[in-house]
């Protein structure tokens, strides 16, 4: 039974076999308990680390440029992996498999940086002052924490995918002074082939799956997903993401069916070869109020053309 609380699910390892007790308030969880617990309270205490630290950064940042800024939080990015790192080298009694992966995790400080350029407010000559401290502070940073051998977790752990793909981003910064590359609707199809040709086996499933999916606003995003369809072979990775992309231009539409206020039933299917608008709207929303009667302007001219037609869907009916 799990507390009335947001959890964040990934700082949660649960196995076949494991029987956890939790229990906490809506405010906090305490540490759990039972058969499997202590690899979850491990991560989670790593979590309160990197947290503390990553909030004491934000919170002095605030007053300081973007290339100040980002000096604090790599500097508390650092303390962070220490300690994370050695709280990890404490716990004997983990399994070495999640011990690796407990080391894996430590990295997650080390990103932190690229959230704080990601969305930092800096002009053009301020670029040049970030990207030294990305050289000069960063880099050797990255370089000692992140092992070539930590690769085979991601196949485990979303969120060290993700950090692959910010890594590429923050690297091509220091290579190339190439700021676009933090955006995820340019060159996507630059980074996908990056993944692809670097990367083999269920390493480069999970990282392919793990760079569409974040990339919602992606220009290029259809022919990345043509492509990866060629050579994924794990079911869940292809299932993510045909339900991620089936909203792609040229992608068939989902043949829903929906009862009309007499109770009859109408299928997308029903309107093959016509020009369908569906407007989506609950009565709570001011927003849908101020669009009706404009849409209805837009219904009126179009009423005699029996190629388009227009249906109102209500999603505040029960």
């Known amino acids: 039974i799990i507390p009335r609380l947001r959890i964040t699910p990934n700082i949660f390892i649960v196995e076949k076999g494991d029987s956890l007790h939790v229990t906490g308030t809506d405010i906090s969880l305490n540490d759990l308990t039972g058969k499997g617990a202590l690899k979850t309270n491990v991560l989670r205490k ?12 934000a919170t002095k940042s605030r007053q300081l440029s973007v290339a100040s800024g980002l000096a604090l939080v790599i500097q508390n990015s650092q303390r962070a992996v220490t ?47 970030v990207r030294e401290q990305i050289n000069h502070a960063w880099l050797p940073f990255r370089n000692k924490n992140l092992k070539s051998s930590d690769l085979k977790s991601t196949i485990h752990d979303y969120r060290y995918a993700q950090n692959m793909i910010k890594d590429y981003s923050l690297r091509k910064i220091a290579e190339k002074h190439d700021f676009g590359a933090l955006n995820d609707n340019t060159n996507l199809w630059k980074k996908y082939q990056y993944f692809k040709k670097r990367y083999t ?27 990866a369809k060629k050579f994924l072979t794990q079911k869940n990775f292809k299932t993510a993401l045909d339900l991620y992309c089936q909203s792609l231009p ?9 009862l009309d206020s007499n109770k009859t039933a109408h299928h997308l299917a029903d309107f093959k070869g016509k020009v369908l608008i569906l407007d989506f709207w609950f009565t709570g929303c001011g927003n849908c109020r101020e669009l009706t009667p404009k849409l209805r302007t837009v219904e009126e001219q179009f009423k005699n053309d029996p190629r388009i037609l227009f249906d109102s869907i209500s999603s505040a009916t029960n």
Not at 250 to 258: I, R, S
């Open 46 to 57: 790593m979590d309160g680390i990197w947290n503390s630290l990553a909030q004491e950064a």
């Open 250 to 258: 040229g992608t068939p539409a989902y043949n829903f069916t929906l």
């Open 83 to 129: 300690l994370c790192r050695n709280y990890v080298i404490k716990q004997k009694k983990l399994n070495p498999v999640y011990r690796n992966l407990g080391m894996v995790y430590a990295q997650n400080p080390i990103w932190d940086i690229y959230n704080v350029i990601y969305y930092g407010d800096y002009n053009g000559k301020q670029k040049d002052t």
């Open 201 to 227: 086996g269920l390493v480069r499933e999970k990282l392919i799956a793990a760079l569409i999916l974040s990339a919602p606003r992606s220009n290029d995003i259809g022919i990345c997903y043509s492509d």
